[in-house]
C-alpha cells in the first residue's frame, strides 16, 4: 500500500474553506484514497474516499491529481466542528482490510 | 442502530494484572477490527475478524494479548501480565462485507488503557 504523507497541522477561519493536502506519489493504479478524520476523545469517522475522479459528498470533496500522486480534501465551509486530526489513506480494496493511519493533520478551526 | 459501542470506556490497572476489554459492533457487520492508538499517533491495527474467524493479526499482537469473537456478534480483547507499554486508547470498528466501501469502517469511542 502505497505511504501517504500530510502537513502536521493547518488552522483555518471559521466558515472559510479549509484545503487539506496529501501527497501519495507511490499510489498505484488500483489504489483508492481514503479520508477519515479523529475529533478529540472520539473514534476515527469515515468522510470520503475516491480512485481517479473527484469526489463530493455531504461532509467534504476530494480532489484527485491527475497523475493520482497527490489529493486535496476540502471542507467547504468549515465550523469549530471541523476541528479534529484528518487521515489521508491510500489502499488497495483487494488486499488486507485494515487501515493504516499515519499521523495525520491536524486541522485547527478558528473563530 | 446505535452504532459501535466499547466497554469499559476507561480502565486503570496495575502491571502485571490481565484486563479485558469489550466491543459490541453495529448488529448487521460481519467485519469487526481492533486497533490500538497511542497519544499523538493514528490508530495502529490489531486484529480483525469476519464473523467468528480472526482472519489476520498484526505483528503487534504480542502472545500476551488474544481476542476472540464468539458466534460472530461481540469481542473481546484480553491482555495478560499488563505492561507499562501498553497504556494506549483501544479502538474497536466493524464494517460489512459486502458493502459499497470496503474500507469505510465505523469506530467505537475506544477503551482507554491506562497502566501504572
Known amino acids: 500500500d502505497a505511504k501517504t504523507t500530510q502537513p502536521p497541522s493547518m488552522d483555518c477561519a471559521e466558515g472559510r474553506a479549509a484545503n487539506l493536502p496529501c501527497n501519495h506519489s507511490t499510489i498505484s493504479g488500483n489504489e483508492y484514497v481514503y479520508w477519515y478524520r479523529q475529533i478529540h476523545s472520539q473514534g476515527p469517522q469515515y468522510i470520503i474516499h475516491g480512485l481517479k475522479n473527484n469526489e463530493t459528498n455531504e461532509m467534504a470533496s476530494l480532489i484527485i491529481t491527475e497523475d493520482r500522486k497527490s489529493s486535496t480534501l476540502i471542507l467547504p465551509h468549515a465550523t469549530l466542528r471541523d476541528t479534529a486530526v484528518y487521515y489521508c489513506?491510500?489502499?488497495?480494496?483487494?488486499?488486507?482490510?485494515?487501515?493504516?493511519f499515519g499521523t495525520g493533520t491536524r486541522l485547527t478551526v478558528i473563530p | 442502530d446505535t452504532g459501535v459501542s466499547q466497554n469499559p470506556r476507561h480502565k486503570i490497572t496495575k502491571r502485571g494484572q490481565n484486563v479485558t476489554f469489550r466491543c459490541d459492533p453495529i448488529s448487521e457487520h460481519n467485519r469487526l477490527y481492533w486497533y490500538r492508538q497511542t497519544l499523538g499517533q493514528g490508530p495502529e491495527f490489531l486484529t480483525y475478524?469476519?464473523?467468528?474467524?480472526?482472519?489476520?493479526k498484526s505483528r503487534l499482537l504480542s502472545d500476551r494479548f488474544s481476542a476472540e469473537r464468539p458466534k460472530g456478534s461481540f469481542s473481546t480483547l484480553e491482555i495478560q501480565r499488563t505492561e507499562q507499554g501498553d497504556s494506549a486508547m483501544y479502538l474497536c470498528?466493524?464494517?460489512?462485507?459486502?458493502?459499497?466501501?470496503?474500507?469505510?469502517?465505523?469506530f467505537g469511542p475506544g477503551t482507554r488503557l491506562t497502566v501504572t
Open positions: 475478524f469476519q464473523n467468528e474467524a480472526q482472519l489476520e
Open positions: 489513506i491510500a489502499m488497495d480494496q483487494t488486499g488486507a482490510n485494515n487501515l493504516f
Open positions: 470498528a466493524s464494517s460489512l462485507r459486502y458493502q459499497k466501501n470496503p474500507y469505510e469502517q465505523y
